[in-house]
């Protein structure tokens, strides 16, 4: 700032503090909820009053019951509930998206720790692909993981059947 009047460097640095006020305000990519979630289902849950539906994927409904290999029900919905809980087992998600659905629910993929929880869930066979996931969907159902272990609605057409 060497050969400056000193009115003008009050003024850049009034410039520089207003650029930088504006700066902060702008959405960075790790913005979206973050906190300890209340796990509503497989594929939704609620961060400081956010509802966040994962995107990408469709876990079976908590009342979805699918069939294991001998034909018999078992709660499906349930299971897939519960493993997400045991995912995220008390600790901290962090998510991002900007989309919302129909509901108003935010679209996000979430995270805890370095673990993507969308993906997770399609990759151990509690949730299908919505499209963004279908090698991971492909190794579960090889692997015959969750839901794979047996014959099961896809959720969407569960949902069109039961819920109407």
Known sequence: MIGLRPDRVIALL????????FWILLPSEDTGPSG????????S?????ETIR????D?????QFCQNQKGQDWACGRQATSALR??????DVH?????RDRGGRL???CRVGQQEINRWMVEEGWAVSYNDYPKAESRARNAKKGIWSGTFLRPRDWRDKFMR
Not at 36 to 43: C, L, T
Not at 45 to 49: D, N
Not at 54 to 57: A, D, Y
Not at 95 to 99: A, L, M, P, V
């Open 14 to 21: 009034v410039f520089a503090g207003i650029i930088g006020s």
């Open 36 to 43: 300890q979630p209340r796990i509503i289902d497989g594929d």
């Open 45 to 49: 849950i609620r961060i400081v009053g």
């Open 54 to 57: 994962l995107v990408g994927i």
């Open 59 to 63: 876990a079976p409904e908590g009342r």
């Open 86 to 91: 045991k995912l995220i087992a008390g600790r």
């Open 95 to 99: 998510c991002t998206g900007s989309e």
């Open 107 to 109: 679209l996000a993929v």
